[in-house]
């Protein structure tokens, strides 16, 4: 494979190899699954694709020829498409329990994935998802680009020429063979315009009436077409962070898209001088932020949760990491001018144990009281290296 992109993803893989009959690796369309597994795996696995009819046609006409001729070290990709295929995965895994890294199962859709694999697999896959390229598998050159025209692998390769015209096929293919998959979907062209309104709300929490109001169907509606765009990895929702501290805390999630380079398309962001002076510069800032790190620890299969927190009085910080048994909480903001207020939340409301960081585009400059004041570059390099030495433990 020409100008592979090397994957943090990778190292989970291989450990999941070594410790599961089977890995699943799911994640949105053009995520760059398929050239990781065929480049990591190259001589070791057998690829086999599900998006060929003809290979569909040949498991189904003789599944038990297809499975001895498949019977080991196989990558089967696409494997929704062909969901009978999980029974026979768990027959041959249960006749093999000690042979680790059996099969991979990959796949960019959830719906019947996850729901096969629940099924069908429980307990015998470690499960992965590979997201758009993160800060650090990104070139140097292209760091402010990405902010606003995010992270997907081929779009990077050819430095963002030809965006537009990538991310309109890029909805296109999603709206007729993902959705397809979605028997009771509706009306596409209201689907779609859901996807534009999203876009113009990303970090932000979202009215489900409002949006149903705006649209002209039922909240029913909106909420089963969130939980489509949820489930083929276009947005994603981060919860309240609740705790006991004598406040009542709002409930609503917060919105944010995995790539924000989608948002931009969708909002007509085409330049760094528009991201800049758009409205949506400041959401658009705390969205890429947000999921650099979702991508980081799910990356590193690391089983720390995201939250953000706001109490019925207006204090409110932009993400909460809960490590387990520690908390960092995070303020995000596009100036470069570093202002006293930009910490006052995270002061008044983390622990004196507790770290802080207020990520920026301005220069890393010493904090107090446990609070760092961070360039978002540095920040981003520095939590992919500590939480990868957290994996690595």
């Known amino acids: 494979m020409n ?3 090397t ?3 990778e190292r989970t893989l291989l450990k999941y190899l070594s410790a599961f009959p089977v890995a699943g690796v799911t994640g949105p369309r053009q995520s760059g699954k398929s050239t990781m597994l065929k480049t990591l795996l190259k001589d ?3 690829y086999v694709t599900f998006d060929d009819p003809v290979t569909v046609a040949e498991f189904r006409d003789d599944p038990e020829r297809f499975m001895r001729i498949y019977s080991d ?12 295929i999980f029974s026979y995965v768990k027959i041959a ?3 093999d329990r000690d042979n680790y890294g059996k099969f991979i199962l990959s796949g ?3 719906f019947t994935l996850m729901k096969n694999i629940s099924e069908s697999l429980a307990g015998r896959i470690g499960l992965l998802s590979l997201l758009p390229l993160q800060f650090k598998e990104i070139p140097d050159k292209l760091h402010e680009e990405s902010i606003f025209k995010g992270g997907y692998p081929e779009l990077v390769k050819r430095e963002y020429q030809f965006g537009n015209d990538w991310f309109q096929a890029y909805i296109n293919t999603y709206l007729e063979k993902d959705l397809r998959s979605v028997s009771d979907i509706g009306n596409i062209r209201d689907f779609f315009r859901l996807i534009r309104f999203l876009a113009a709300r990303c970090s932000q929490m979202i009215n489900l009436s409002e949006l149903a109001s705006e649209l002209g169907v039922t909240v029913n509606t909106v ?5 489509v765009l949820e489930a083929s990895y276009i947005i994603w929702f981060l919860p309240p ?3 006991n501290l004598g406040k009542r805390i709002i409930k609503s999630p917060k919105l944010y898209f995995y790539d924000t380079g989608l948002v931009s398309f969708l909002t007509g962001i085409e330049s760094q001088k528009q991201f800049e002076n758009s409205i949506l510069a400041g959401p658009l800032f705390e969205n890429y932020i947000v999921s650099e790190i979702k991508k980081i620890l799910e990356h590193n299969k690391l089983f720390w949760n995201l939250y953000y927190f706001r109490t019925s009085s207006g204090l409110e910080t932009d993400l909460v990491i809960d490590k387990n048994s520690t908390r960092e909480w995070i303020e995000i903001k596009t100036s470069e001018t570093f202002q006293k207020k930009f910490i006052t939340a995270i002061e008044k409301t983390k622990r004196h144990e507790e770290k802080g960081f207020l990520i920026y585009k301005g220069i890393s400059k010493p904090g107090t009281d446990g609070t760092e004041i961070k360039n978002y570059k540095d920040f981003l390099n520095e939590f992919h290296d500590t939480t990868g030495a957290a994996h690595s433990s």
């Open 73 to 84: 070290k196989v990558i089967f990709d696409e494997a929704q498409k062909a969901p009978e």
């Open 223 to 227: 909420k089963h077409w969130l939980s």
């Open 3 to 5: 100008n592979y992109i």
């Open 44 to 46: 070791k696995y057998k």
């Open 108 to 110: 960019s859709s959830q």
């Open 241 to 243: 962070f609740y705790e």
């Open 93 to 95: 895994v249960d006749n």
């Open 7 to 9: 994957r943090t993803a």
